[in-house]
């Protein structure tokens, strides 16, 4: 009777890892801490991509939000992220028009950033520039618009 319960225990103690791993698995939690806004007007629109075909394409990405800016920063928590590879850009929509706003030479003269805070010399930074992986339970990226 002692070996059933020994074995029972062993079995529940290998049962329970086996769901954290398969839990673990599904996803875990990505905090993304923005800095280098000028002001609190409008918002900072932000978008994960999971590939370099999204990112290249200019969609919405794998997972898009609208953040509030408070006191020059501000912060997104995706929950139940898959682990992976990903890109994120972000800009300040300061007018609240929906686009990134940018002057007759096609510069941006609202801020803007990415992951890793890459920069690109003639244009936006290319997808391996910016691309990250993410392969922790939990990770905090911080992006500096400029």
């Not at 074995?7 to 086996?18: D, G, M, Q, R, T």
């Not at 918002?43 to 794998?62: L, Q, W």
Request: proline share 3%; with cysteine.
């Amino acid at each position: 009777m002692k070996m059933k319960g020994i074995a029972c225990i062993w079995c529940a103690v290998f049962l329970l890892a086996l769901i954290g791993q398969v839990a673990a698995q599904d996803g875990a939690t990505l905090k993304v801490s923005v800095s280098g806004f000028q002001n609190d007007k409008g918002d900072a629109k932000i978008s994960i991509f999971n590939s370099k075909e999204s990112f290249a394409a200019g969609d919405t990405g794998f997972r898009a939000a609208v953040l509030p800016i408070k006191g020059g920063k501000a912060e997104w928590v995706l929950s139940g992220l898959p682990y992976g590879t990903y890109a994120i850009k972000i800009y300040h929509d300061e007018n609240g028009n929906g686009k990134l706003d940018k002057n007759s030479f096609g510069m941006p003269k609202e801020k803007y950033g990415f992951s890793n805070n890459a920069r690109g010399s003639f244009g936006p930074p290319g997808y391996d520039q910016v691309a990250f992986t993410f392969n922790n339970t939990n990770n905090t990226i911080t992006i500096t618009v400029e």
